[in-house]
């Protein structure tokens, strides 16, 4: 089992800047991906947002790229969303998303709130 905590979500205004944080404990010695999704009311979850564990390949949405930065620290299992240039249409509740060549996990979530 992986569990997983997120913090750094809150209110900003549009053109700021909020980094999220996820720490992991439990079986991460089998991480194969890590990441951050994004959901508003009513809507999908969408993807925002992953790098491998074992170090490269970030891939971003294309409404982010650019924009959002992710990178992670072994060392301390932790997974980080640095966002720039936030936009009204960032505001949604964003996951880490954690896997393991044996299972997926997701953290409880923290909610972003960008104004206009």
């Known amino acids: 089992q992986v569990q997983l905590v997120e913090s750094g979500g809150g209110l900003v205004q549009a053109g700021g800047s909020l980094r999220l944080s996820c720490a992991a404990s439990g079986r991460t010695f089998s991480s194969y991906v890590v990441g951050w999704f994004r959901q508003v009311p009513g809507k999908e979850r969408e993807f925002v947002a992953r790098i491998l564990w074992s170090g490269g390949m970030p891939l971003y949405s294309d409404s982010v790229e650019g924009r959002f930065t992710i990178s992670r620290d072994t060392a301390k299992s932790m997974v980080y969303l640095q966002m720039n240039s936030l936009k009204p249409e960032d505001t949604a509740v964003y996951y880490c998303?954690?896997?393991?060549?044996?299972?997926?996990?997701w953290g409880q979530g923290t909610q972003v709130t960008v104004s206009s």
């Open positions: 998303n954690w896997k393991t060549y044996e299972q997926e996990y």
